[in-house]
């Protein structure tokens, strides 16, 4: 019989790690001929492992009040040493860190170097479809039958199921008694229907954007967005598509607002100076000091303006309604890209149901999970890392 078996990727090799490293006897299994596959895509193949804001307002829960007890300072300092204690040199960019080497390469096969130094055995290839437990667990009973004292579920979510987090981990979960609030996709593009966006495909706007559900403000993000052929992409947009998603899924009506000037707090002030200092120019002209052109064009379609006609011939009406498509750009959404594009998942196992001081279940003895499974979400920025190596340490070391 074995003492620890840990099902699945990044916050599974942590519980490993510290599982062993603390004298257990462990063993992982994988369904992929891979460990850990997830890993080598994250930060866009860089591995945006941590991020140095680490305030709580960055992760998400259907019990949000419990955050707190998840994720403490004392946790997130243990996180950094682990990382630390892989060998793993930082790389910080605004905040942001990355392994020294630009690689996710690099943290991937520092855990599992960690994890050969410390005999932890590996079984790849078996996915594991049942658990049930007598005296033990036992493992795909009636096949391979794998006998185990305690076992750590950190199987992830449903999002980019190519990886191998398909959700099966939920239904294991469900077994044990174990409520799921229904996965939807976080981190995710948002999508919209209007016959412009064959116009605005490929354009990158520095902007703000804020989310409204059923009309009422929620968050709004500064930065960078990608307009494309479906809709809006981008971290800004990443952050705020939790909100959208778990929206859409309740039949609410969910619109993004888009200030494409955001670098003045006078808007009006601002356009009705553009000719100031140039000659001759029309309308579109003077907007093309800061939009590009493509954007020009269907602001002023949906504002009703004319193109090719001076900025001072326009009437005090068309100057709002100019300055309001230009700060207040509004789109319908009406869904999210799907699980294959996103990041992370929002839902999952609740807190309510898991001992937060050790992550074992507090339906069944003996078992834990860690990582996507439970119901913690980050932003963009490291936050999904930070939990994956902060609720792998936190089971890996309560493992009796
Ligand atoms: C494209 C992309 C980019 C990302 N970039 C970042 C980033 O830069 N920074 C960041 O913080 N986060 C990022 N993330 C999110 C981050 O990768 C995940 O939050 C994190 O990997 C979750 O870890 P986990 O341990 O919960 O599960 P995973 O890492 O998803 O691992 C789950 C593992 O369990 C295995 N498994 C599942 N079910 C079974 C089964 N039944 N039997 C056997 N094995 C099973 C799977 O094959 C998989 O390997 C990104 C995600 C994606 C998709």
């Not at 052929?229 to 969910?254: E, H, M, P, Q, T």
């Not at 119901?375 to 009796?400: Q, R």
């Amino acid at each position: 019989m074995k003492d620890l078996v840990i099902i699945g990727g990044a916050s599974g090799l942590t519980a490993a790690i510290t599982a062993a490293r603390n004298g257990k006897n462990v063993t992982i299994i994988e369904k992929n001929s891979k460990c850990a596959k997830k890993l080598l895509i994250t930060g866009n193949g860089k591995c945006n492992f941590w991020n140095e804001d680490q305030n709580l307002i960055h992760y998400h829960s259907n019990n949000k009040e419990l955050l707190n007890k998840f994720i403490t300072k004392e946790r997130q300092n243990l996180a950094l040493k682990f990382i630390n204690s892989l060998g793993i040199v930082p790389k910080i960019k605004n905040g942001y860190y990355y392994p020294f080497s630009n690689q996710a390469l690099s943290m991937h096969n520092a855990l599992l170097l960690e994890c050969q130094k410390l005999n932890i055995q590996i079984i790849k290839d078996l996915n594991v479809t049942n658990i049930i437990k007598k005296e033990t667990f036992i493992i795909n009973p009636n096949k391979e039958n794998i006998k185990t004292k305690n076992i750590i579920i950190s199987t992830g979510s449903k999002a980019a199921p190519k990886t191998g987090s398909d959700g099966q981990g939920y239904e294991l979960a469900k077994k044990f008694n174990h409520n799921i609030i229904t996965p939807l996709p976080s981190l995710v593009q948002l999508k919209g229907k209007e016959s412009y966006f064959k116009n605005w495909s490929g354009l990158r706007c520095e902007v703000t954007v804020s989310l409204f559900i059923d009309n009422k403000f929620i968050k709004k993000e500064t930065g960078e967005i990608q307009l494309t052929d479906y809709g809006v992409s981008g971290i800004c947009i990443f952050n705020l598509s939790r909100y959208a998603s778990i929206a859409i899924n309740k039949n609410k009506k969910v619109k993004i607002s888009i200030n494409f000037m955001p670098f003045t707090e006078k808007p009006k002030e601002f356009i009705k100076n553009l000719n100031k200092n140039t000659y001759k120019k029309t309308t579109n002209e003077l907007l093309e000091g800061f939009l590009n052109y493509k954007l020009i064009d269907i602001i002023l379609k949906k504002a009703k303006i004319k193109r090719n006609i001076p900025l001072n011939t326009l009437t005090e009406n068309e100057i709002n309604k100019l300055i309001q498509n230009i700060t207040n750009f509004e789109l319908n959404i009406t869904e999210t890209h799907n699980m294959d594009h996103a990041q992370v998942c929002t839902g999952g196992i609740p807190l309510t149901e898991i001992n937060s001081e050790t992550l074992e279940s507090l339906k069944i003895k003996n078992l834990y999970f860690t990582g996507e499974i439970i119901d913690i979400d980050g932003d963009c920025g490291g936050y999904n890392l930070s939990w994956a190596w902060i609720s792998g340490i936190i089971a890996g070391k309560s493992v009796k």
